[in-house]
């Protein structure tokens, strides 16, 4: 028995789009990490901007009014801040309130960022096992092919 019978195909084939999967389920995954990174900085720079808020509740703050457009603006209401939970339900509390809910937030987005990592790294050792088994293979019929 030559290796060139070793060496099936069609197993190089599915090895091969096993490892198509992973770099794109490696994709997907390293796209939801990046978009949790940018909400958890974006909760963190809130609470940094209400506590600002807080502690000098007459300074102007920059308003987002949509296309990249601003307009400096002196809070209504010091200690009311209004807080989208989800749904587009929101709710009125209180600065403190508001900085814990969001940083309470942060907290969460930052361990599922660790998951995410995670997961995305066995998928790449996993990615980089199958690599090194279609590498073998291709060896296995170079191999073969050179002794014919």
């Known amino acids: 028995m030559s290796n060139l019978d070793k060496v099936d ?4 084939q599915m090895l091969q789009q096993y490892l198509n999967e992973f770099g794109q389920e490696i994709q997907t995954y390293s796209a939801q990490l990046e978009l949790l990174e940018q909400r ?3 909760s963190l720079t809130a609470v940094d901007t209400i506590n600002t808020i807080k502690e000098n509740p007459k300074n102007t703050v ?3 009014i949509g296309g990249g457009a601003s ?3 002196k809070p209504v209401e010091e200690d009311t801040i209004l807080l989208n939970i989800g749904s587009d339900v929101v709710v009125e509390k209180t ?5 814990s809910y969001l940083t309470d937030r942060a907290t969460e987005m930052e361990a599922l960022e660790k998951k995410l990592t995670e997961s995305i790294s066995n998928m790449q050792k996993q990615a980089n096992e199958i690599a090194k088994k279609i590498e073998n293979a291709y060896k296995q019929l170079q191999t073969a092919q050179q002794k014919q």
Do not use: N, S, Y
Request: hydrophobic fraction near 40%; charged fraction near 40%; include cysteine.
């Open 40 to 42: 958890r900085i974006e």
């Open 95 to 99: 600065c403190d309130e508001t900085a």
């Open 9 to 12: 195909p069609r197993e190089i």
């Open 62 to 64: 920059l308003l987002q």
């Open 71 to 73: 307009i400096k603006v």
